[in-house]
C-alpha cells in the first residue's frame, strides 16, 4: 500500500525532487500545486503529470496523503502546520520555521495530530555528516569537545536570482533576511552526529555596507543589518558549537564542518578532509571516500538492475549507502552531494511505515532554533542566552 503526494510550489528547486516522488514504488500518484497557472501547467506537461491544483487551500481538501512543500522560505511553518492540520502527511523545505512561535506550533500541531512531519535537510546526507556518524556510534571520536559550521554563500553566487524568484518587484524586502534565521545546513551536521542540543549562544553580526541595499533595515521586512553572523553555543554535552552563517563572503562557498573529540578528530580545511588523532602518523586522508564521484548502483539484491546509461546514484559518495535506495532511482537527478534521493526515500517511507524519520520534527527545531536565538543575541550584542528545547521526540525509523 502506498501514498498519493501534492508538491506544493512548482519552481526551480522542486524540479529536482517531482521526479523522485513520481517513480518511487510507495508513491500511487502525484499532483501538482502552484499559484502561478502558466508555471502549473508548463510543469505538469514537464513532468506527464495530469492531477493539479490551484492552491494549497484546495489541495488540503483531495485526497491526497502527503504534501511536500517547496514555497518560499518564510511561508513553509504555517504551510506545513495547515497541512498537518488537514490530516495530511508534510515534507518541507528547509527552513521548518523563521520564529519561535511558528517552529512551537509546528512541533503542536505533530504532536496533536499524529502526522509525519520531515525536514528536507539536505546535509544530514552530506558524505562528511555520514561518515561523522559513522565513527561517532564506533566511539571513535571519544568525547566530543567542540564541533564547527559553516555556510558561505556570497550573494554574487547566485543569490541575486533566487531573491528575485521568490520576492519578484519587492526581492530586496524580502532577501535581506538574517543569516542566521538560515541556520540548518550547518547546525544539523554537527547536531546529527552528537544528539546533543544547543543550550545557550552569544552570537555577533557583521553590519552590511553594501551598495545593492539588502541588508538596510530600512529596506528588508526583518530590520536586518547583519550579512554575516557567527554564534557560539554551548552544547547539552559539555561541548562547545561555531556556527558561521556569511553571506558577504571572499570565499568559492561552501556547506562545511568540522568535530573535535578527545580521541579522534574529523577536520577540513580548504578542499582537503582527513580524519585525525593524536598520533600524526594515523592521519587518514579522506577526500577521495567522500568525494561525490556518483556510485556504481549494481552492489547487491535489486540495485543489480541498471536502469540508465550510466548506472549511478549521481553524485554520491562512497559513504552513501545507495543499497537500500529503489531501483528506479538510478540515473535520475540528485543534488546537494547526493542527498535528495535518500531525502525523498525516507519520507515516503516514514508516511507507509507509519514510523517517525530521522529529521523529524524535533530534530528539524533542533536545527533551527540555535539560529533564531543566535540573531536575537546579535541584535542585543552578543548577549549570551538561554536556548528552549523541544525535547528528543519519539524514536526515529530509518537512517542513512
Known amino acids: 500500500m502506498g501514498i498519493k503526494v501534492g508538491v506544493c510550489g512548482t519552481g526551480a528547486f522542486a524540479r529536482n525532487f517531482i521526479p523522485l516522488f513520481k517513480v518511487h514504488p510507495l508513491v ?12 502549473l501547467a508548463e510543469r505538469a506537461e514537464q513532468f506527464d503529470i495530469h492531477d493539479t491544483c490551484p492552491s494549497l487551500d484546495e489541495l ?13 522560505n518564510w511561508l513553509h511553518g504555517p504551510q506545513a502546520v495547515q497541512a498537518l492540520r488537514s490530516g495530511k502527511h508534510c515534507y518541507s523545505a528547509v527552513p521548518s520555521a523563521i520564529t519561535m512561535d511558528e517552529i512551537t506550533e509546528l512541533v503542536k500541531a505533530v504532536e496533536e495530530t499524529g502526522q509525519i512531519y ?3 535537510e ?20 571519544g568525547q566530543i569537545v567542540y564541533g564547527e559550521g559553516e555556510y558561505y554563500h556570497d550573494w554574487d553566487h ?10 519578484g518587484d519587492k526581492w530586496r524586502e524580502t532577501g535581506g533576511s538574517p543569516p542566521m534565521l538560515y541556520p540548518t545546513h550547518s547546525v544539523s551536521m554537527i547536531v546529527s552526529v552528537t544528539g546533543a542540543h544547543a543550550e545557550r549562544v552569544s552570537c555577533f553580526g557583521f553590519v552590511d555596507h553594501h551598495e545593492d541595499g539588502v541588508y538596510d533595515p530600512a529596506v528588508n521586512m526583518w530590520g536586518n543589518p547583519f550579512s554575516n553572523q557567527s ?28 568535530l573535535y573529540g578527545t580521541q ?27 568525494a561525490p564521484v556518483g556510485v556504481a548502483a549494481k552492489p547487491e539484491g535489486e540495485m543489480a538492475a541498471v536502469t540508465s546509461a550510466d548506472g549511478t546514484h549521481l553524485g554520491c559518495s562512497r559513504v552513501h549507502d545507495v543499497g537500500r535506495l529503489p531501483k528506479e532511482y538510478v540515473g535520475l537527478p540528485n543534488g546537494h552531494l547526493g542527498s535528495h534521493q535518500f531525502l525523498i526515500d525516507d519520507f515516503v517511507t516514514a508516511c507507509v511505515a507509519g514510523a517517525q524519520p530521522a529529521n523529524n520534527v524535533w530534530q528539524a527545531a533542533r536545527y533551527l532554533v540555535p539560529g533564531l536565538i543566535a540573531h536575537e543575541s546579535a541584535v542585543r550584542g552578543g548577549e549570551l542566552l538561554e536556548m528552549p528545547d523541544f525535547g528528543d521526540g519519539p524514536s526515529t525509523g530509518k537512517g542513512e
Not at 29 to 39: N, Q, S, T, Y
Not at 61 to 72: E, K, L, N, P, R
Request: with cysteine.
Open 122 to 141: 539536505t546535509s544530514y546526507y552530506y558524505p562528511c555528516a555520514i561518515y561523522c556518524r559513522e565513527r561517532y556510534a564506533r566511539g571513535d571520536f
Open 28 to 39: 500511487e500518484g502525484i499532483v501538482l500545486c502552484d499559484l502561478d497557472a502558466a508555471k
Open 231 to 258: 554564534a557560539l553555543f554551548q552544547m547539552s554535552d559539555g561541548s562547545m558549537m561555531r556556527i558561521n552563517e556569511f553571506r558577504r563572503i571572499g570565499h568559492p562557498g561552501t556547506v562545511g564542518m568540522s
Open 60 to 72: 488540503c481538501q483531495t485526497d491526497v496523503d502527503a504534501i511536500a512543500v517547496f514555497t518560499q
Open 118 to 120: 520531515m525536514i528536507g
Open 264 to 290: 579522534g578528530s574529523y577536520e577540513e580545511q580548504a578542499n582537503a578532509k582527513a580524519w585525525v588523532t593524536k598520533n600524526r602518523d594515523e592521519t587518514e586522508d579522506l577526500s577521495e571516500l567522500l
Open 158 to 167: 547566485g543569490l541575486y536570482d533566487v531573491a528575485k524568484w521568490r520576492g
